[in-house]
């Protein structure tokens, strides 16, 4: 058990952050590092050779003896190339060497990634550039150098290159706003993240006999046991001794790379918890999130259990979630949606405010894209999840206040008089006086958004990569209308700007019940999207708004945009497919023979009762071998349904094949489900081929 005095020592003690850093290079090198950091100016190589050397003789300290780029392909995860730091000295020993050139620029093999047509098949060459904002780490022997991964022609082929972009995009507009407010001190604007992080633990050993968990990531069947979690006795509830050494064991190993893991707890679910981490910068939750994914499997393995971070990995339970706490703050601590206690405070909170409120309105249907994926279509819309609907939840307190703008009337709580902002009688804004709405897909909780639509499995970087970009485009309109104000006409121009973009943009508040069916009639009545599977959000991301959008914030330019599209097109429709094939195998190899072995017992059964005495009835057996001979005939008829609904799927190229993937293939699947969980039923387990969710969810 780790001593809690030394955890202080333990924290960042793998990661080559300022602090190390100066103990490894010179000063003088150091204050040219924190320069190009702070100016955005290129690194002098000569530095770069110093911190190279520095950063080569720390890890080695640690045990290193490789190095990797560590990028963020377009597949959602991360990878690496890993190269030794020896040298051959030329008398038949090696050195350890690591140069500046190394260390800023790598050539990973681009080819087998995914690129969405940037690059052809036969053109390999991708380079891989440091990102010095993210701190170099030492993990599994080798030091792992955060990069940016790009084309030879300098398209971006991974996550994190259109994440620093959005944030360099906010940081512009949002310090023009600041600036027409009055704000001379702040030098910078950074959009801040938290990705609050949910899964499964299931035993090593039951996983290995579910070849669609194997596989697929997720159930494709099984019966639903007597409890789950009806009791809600899991949640919250006293952690098993299993799950909580796996739980100290990942703290030790995230605390090491600097990674601040704060919350641990059993979620809803049977076999469901949570980690959630301080949070931070954008880029550096983004960076740390994939780290923790990574190391949650890995620590899994060490203690006889699988992570299981798909998003509905059981049918009939709650899946998993990655709640994305998003919030702006300047390089002086201040966070720009913290309601104030003075009048100017407050009128640039709820300037910033109606920037996000009016930005997700204008691109509600971009926001559902960066969701969407065949995992999430699993689990949104459930009742562990928010609706498909975009809205915003204020929360009864900023409501009011909102509705005094908009009316010109009383604020009951605090004042007599209508609030117009930037007003020295303006009452102080409550920072969170009510509940949490669980069921909103982004609630306002205090001085964040919480965006509870992100899927477990998911990298943050697509929904941080467009609330960073919208929010950015809706300040710079912003500012353009206020730059030409005069300093004594900025407060009625700042209340006449919120107030309209208010009144413009409060279809897209609503403080309900999401999961209320009567909520569906009033998005509507409301014009709100509501794009239900990926299949209807896709084809809302290329539209000439959004490409405008990225290419006027230089986040994505067209080329870049149209890659993602078919990346997203291709991976979605190669999930189902591969999701079918795996169905179609288990059935047809493992379930209708075991089905036939227990009708065959049954049938010998009702035919000794026969033959034993007239007076002893076989009615049961026969009833249920002909319910079973009769499931498994629909069985074999849907299999080679799903079989020829595959046969004839169209290319993985357009939209057409993700409505013939949601509509033909999964429509069928679902029908073998039903039927499967029904023999299950009746079926003995010792004929049964598969654990069940009873094995599943309670075995550990």
Known sequence: MTDMKSVPEMFGSHVFNEKTMKEYISEEH?????????????????????????????????????????????????????ESFIAPDGKGSVIMEFSGKELV????????????????????????????????????????????????????????????????????????????????????????????????????????????????????????PPKTQQLDDHYFGTIKPRVSAFMKDLEQELWKLGIPAKTKHNEVAPSQHEMAPVYSDSNTSNDQNQLTMNLMRRVADRHGLVCVLSEKPFDGVNGSGKHNNWSIATDRGENLFSPGKTPDQNARFLLFLTAFISAVDDYQELLRCSVSYAGNDNRLGGNEAPPA????????????????????????????????????????????????????????????????????????????????????????????KLSNVSETGLKDALHSLVRDEFIKHSRILFNGNGYDSSWVVEAQKRRLSNLRTTADALPCYLTEKNIALMEKQKVLSRSEMIARDEIHIEKYCNIISIEARTLIDMVQREIIPAVSSYEERLCTTAIKKKNLSKSISSDVETSLCNRLSEANSSLQAFVEKLKSSLLYAPEFTDYDATHYFYDEVLSVMNEIREIINIEEQIVPQEYWPYPSYKDLLFSV
């Open 389 to 480: 609907i975009v809205s915003i939840f204020l929360g009864s307190e900023l409501q009011s206040v909102v509705d005094s703008i908009v009316t010109d009337s009383d604020y009951s709580r605090a004042s007599v008089k209508p609030i117009r902002v930037g007003i020295d009688t303006m009452p102080v804004i409550p920072r969170d006086t009510t509940d949490r709405n669980r069921t909103s897909p982004i609630a306002f909780t205090g001085n964040k958004f919480e965006f509870r639509m992100p899927g477990s499995s998911q990298s943050i970087s697509g929904p941080n990569v467009i609330l960073n970009t919208i929010v950015a485009d809706k300040l710079g309109e912003f500012a353009d």
């Open 30 to 82: 150091f204050k040219l590092y924190r320069t190009c950091i702070e100016t955005g100016k290129s690194l002098p190589m000569e530095t770069a050779e110093a911190i190279a050397e520095g950063m080569k003789n720390w890890a080695i300290s640690l045990g290193a003896t490789h190095y990797t780029h560590w990028f963020q392909p377009l597949n959602g995860g991360t990878a690496e190339k890993h």
């Open 105 to 224: 620029k790598g050539e990973p093999d681009a080819s087998s990634f995914p690129s969405g047509g940037l690059r052809a098949t036969f053109e390999a060459r991708g380079y891989s550039a440091w990102d010095p904002t993210s701190h170099a780490f030492v993990y599994d022997g080798s030091l792992c150098i955060p990069t940016m991964f790009f084309s030879y022609s300098g398209e971006a082929l991974d996550k994190k290159t259109p994440l620093l972009r959005s944030m360099r995009a906010l940081n512009t507009q949002a310090m023009r706003v600041l600036r027409i407010l009055g704000d001379k001190e702040s030098s910078s604007v950074t959009p801040m993240a938290g990705a609050e992080q949910e899964y499964f633990l299931i035993d090593k050993e039951l996983y290995n006999k579910r070849e669609d968990l194997k596989i697929c990531g997720r159930t494709l069947f099984g019966a639903k």
